[in-house]
């Protein structure tokens, strides 16, 4: 979503590289070209206006002006005041003294609210809660069912006493819906309400009486990311019709220019608490500004990615695995091993994903969303279509074997070939760096390009100089090297001959530093 703006906001940051200083004219250009990209990614102007002010206050002040990098100094305030138009610090769920937490959702039809409460319950339920959604949203036709479906998908419970399509009393249901979360031993209801095309005044009230029936203990106010300026003028009608304590953000993975994230926590006061970035249940996760901002200047999410890594590996398998590269040059590590490990790093969620979340990775974004995620489905049939003995044995897996397992997978015969290679390469590698070898290449680690072995070559070379065939030029070189060495050995503070030290003197502009 932030990719025009981050391309923008890097041409911006090259500019500045190599100046020593930044003179008022570059402060003036660079602040131009920032407000520029906002206003492209269709941040609110207030919002823009606050920014600008801000960094060129900044800019101008001790912090750049003293600084051995000005350049570096204008990213660190542009990131220090993105994260504070984001929100700032990031913003958890209050829970209720005594159970059951009351979360109300509210927002525009389409914005995503009941795919965003299975997100939700699941999330709750994976933070160690027992969430229950409640079906409150009756006007629209098969919304309580698709609660129902999205909700079982969760593994989450529902509450949907009436069937909807127009039938039942919202504000009964969300009411009865406290009484049977208490009797049930939930501790969190997530109540889902209905939606209107536009802001009306039938939307407002049922909101305000569920309000009102249930004491809710966060109103969340689900805001499609995608529709730009409109979710700001939504957002504010809701703060003063409703009232929310905070914002989701879904359909954050859409292609629209994210200016709405920008906007709305400056705009309405309120925080964004979480975001929704995927179509999957999984694809949700609280909101954290500092990260966000990062990711917006391309300079990584590493936190949420090993955050995503300790989820999805563990411990003991890790150690498992760790062992077998280190042991015997990594022989252990079968493709087995190789394949576990790769369906693992699936799980995570999508290769492009990941790789973004890396620094620097908005250089190569278009390789990146062109990789095809169905090569990991590829190589793991690949490895499926072996036999027991030749994914513990590659070595074996000759022509002929070869054939039949590029037959099983449907894959030509060489991607067989060149999936042992790679397996053969990636093993030799994880080896090395499980001994403490250091990445192949790197000069000056341990048994790679440039490291012990290489530096004793290259002594040995610098000692073998090269002596003349003739005996007599040979000798004449050897008394040479002999009379030079003697007159070094005599020879006075300066390098010169110790005869002539009395004899010289400094010259007339270097005598006044010798007292």
């Not at 051995?68 to 990031?90: C, M, W």
């Not at 009608?237 to 914002?247: I, K």
Request: overall charge neutral.
């Amino acid at each position: 979503m932030f990719d025009t703006l981050s391309d923008r906001l890097a041409a911006t940051f090259k500019n500045l590289r190599g100046k020593g200083r930044l003179s008022e004219a570059d402060i003036d250009a660079t602040a131009r070209e920032i407000r520029i990209a906002l206003l492209e990614a269709d941040v609110a102007l207030p919002v823009v206006r606050a920014f600008i002010a801000n960094v060129k206050e900044r800019a101008r002040g001790a912090e750049v002006s003293q600084a051995l990098n000005p350049a570096q100094q204008v990213v660190k305030i542009v990131n220090e005041e993105l994260v504070s138009i984001l929100g700032g610090e990031t913003r958890r769920l209050r829970f209720a003294k005594t159970a059951p937490t009351v979360i109300m959702l509210a927002g525009l039809q389409g914005a995503g609210k009941t795919t965003l409460a299975g997100k939700l319950g699941l999330w709750l339920k994976g933070q160690g809660h027992s969430p229950l959604l409640v079906a409150c949203d009756l006007q629209r036709p098969n919304a309580v069912n698709q609660l129902s479906v999205v909700a079982d998908r969760a593994g989450v419970a529902v509450y949907a006493p009436e069937p909807g399509n127009g039938v039942g009393d919202p504000v009964q249901v969300a009411k009865d819906s406290i009484e049977y979360a208490r009797s049930k031993q939930y501790d969190v209801v997530v109540v889902d309400t209905a939606g209107r095309l536009g802001i009306d005044q039938e939307l407002m009230q049922q909101a305000a009486d569920i309000r009102d029936a249930v004491s809710p203990d966060e109103i969340l106010f689900v805001v499609d990311a995608m529709i730009g300026q409109d979710a700001v003028n939504t957002a504010e009608a809701f703060r003063d019709g409703v009232g929310f304590d905070g914002v989701v953000l879904s359909k954050l993975d859409g292609d629209a220019r994210g200016g709405a994230a920008l906007s709305i926590a400056h705009v309405t006061g309120k925080q964004i608490m979480f975001a929704s970035n995927g179509e999957k249940l999984d694809e949700f996760d609280a909101f954290h500004p500092d990260r966000m901002a990062s990711r917006i200047l391309d300079m990584g999410d590493l936190l949420t990615l090993i955050e995503q890594a300790e989820k999805t590996f563990s411990q003991e398998e890790a150690a498992k695995m760790a062992s077998k590269l280190a042991s015997s040059k990594g022989k252990d590590f079968t493709l087995d091993d190789f394949l576990a490990q790769m369906e693992q790093v699936r799980k995570m969620g999508s290769i492009s994903k990941l790789l973004g979340m890396l620094p620097g990775m908005g250089q190569i974004k278009d390789q990146i969303n062109n990789i095809d995620e169905r090569d990991v489905d590829r190589t793991a049939a690949i490895i499926k279509s072996m036999t027991p003995k030749e994914r513990a044995e590659p070595t074996i897996i000759n022509g002929s074997r070869r054939a039949r397992i590029a037959k099983g997978s449907g894959v030509e015969v060489s991607a067989v070939k060149n999936l042992v290679e790679r397996f053969f390469e990636a093993r030799k590698m994880m080896s090395k760096m499980a001994q403490g070898g250091g990445m192949p290449g790197m000069p000056g680690m341990p048994g790679m390009g440039g490291g012990p072995g290489r530096q004793k070559k290259q002594v040995k070379q610098a000692k073998g100089k090269r002596k003349s065939g003739n005996p007599m030029k040979r000798k004449a070189e050897e008394q040479a090297a002999a009379a030079r060495r003697e007159q070094a050995a005599q020879g006075g503070a300066f390098g010169l001959p110790a005869q002539d030290d009395k004899n010289f003197e400094l010259p007339d502009e270097f005598k006044k530093f010798m007292g």
